[in-house]
């Protein structure tokens, strides 16, 4: 979603974002991102919470065949294309600036006959929602989009709209700061929200949500 670095990468060392190629092995595909740290910083790597939510998808933790599911920041395009590889109907989107790198992603990425399969397309949140039907989507996946604050309210309006009361969101993050819980505390105002599966390596938490029933609230 945003092109601006993380603070925490500073410390971290950044030889593997420097990489040009990024390659995974999901759903007995071998899968090679492109990345392109200098042009387009954050949104053009692949971060360990799109792995950790792919490998998730791909144990089975929900039925993507048929899904129709939708991919929200996804830089990279990692996840959208595990996905499409599971049997899902994704639409992977970003903000206009990554749309172009993305789709060369996911063109690279996917067999002839699964690509009808993925559309990519332009999603800035709040802002062109009405391209996107009212609870348009099954499922709605998002990895490491949760870091600007500003950003923190648009998402949310994003996900209400996306979603159904039948949808199941996916958030998977690392928690890096105060601000990430404080949007935790926000997402659970308006969605019944779970801990799904944690990876103690990457130390990346994946969250569940799904819309609150008003009648839970009485």
């Known amino acids: 979603m945003a092109l601006v670095p993380y603070e ?3 410390g971290m060392g950044l ?14 595909h071998t899968i090679q991102i492109r990345q392109d740290w200098r042009q387009l910083g954050v949104a053009a790597v692949v971060w360990d919470a799109a792995v950790v939510l792919s490998t998730f998808l791909e144990m089975g ?11 929200l920041g ?4 990692l996840v959208g294309i595990v ?6 109907h994704v639409t992977i989107t970003d903000r206009k600036v990554a749309l172009e790198f993305l789709k060369s992603n996911v063109q690279a990425n996917l067999p002839p006959h699964i690509q009808p399969k993925a559309v990519v397309k332009e999603l ?18 998002g990895a490491d989009i949760i870091y600007l604050e500003e950003t923190f ?3 949310l309006q994003t996900l209400e709209h996306l979603s159904s009361n039948h949808s199941v969101i996916l958030l998977a993050c690392r928690i890096r700061y105060e601000r990430d819980n404080n949007f935790l505390a926000m997402l659970e105002k308006r ?5 799904a599966h944690y990876d103690p390596e990457k130390d990346v938490h994946i969250y569940k949500a799904q819309k609150r029933n008003p009648r839970d609230d009485l």
């Open 83 to 88: 996905a499409a590889l599971l049997g899902a």
């Open 191 to 195: 969605f019944t929200v779970s801990k």
């Open 124 to 141: 800035t949140w709040g802002h062109n929602l009405g391209n996107f039907s009212p609870g348009e989507f099954d499922l709605i996946l």
């Open 15 to 28: 030889q593997k974002f420097h990489q040009p190629l990024a390659t995974f092995s999901f759903a007995n």
């Open 8 to 10: 925490e990468t500073r």
């Open 153 to 155: 309210t648009d998402l």
């Open 61 to 71: 933790a929900v039925e993507l065949r048929d899904c129709s599911a939708v991919e």
């Open 74 to 77: 996804a830089g990279t395009g």
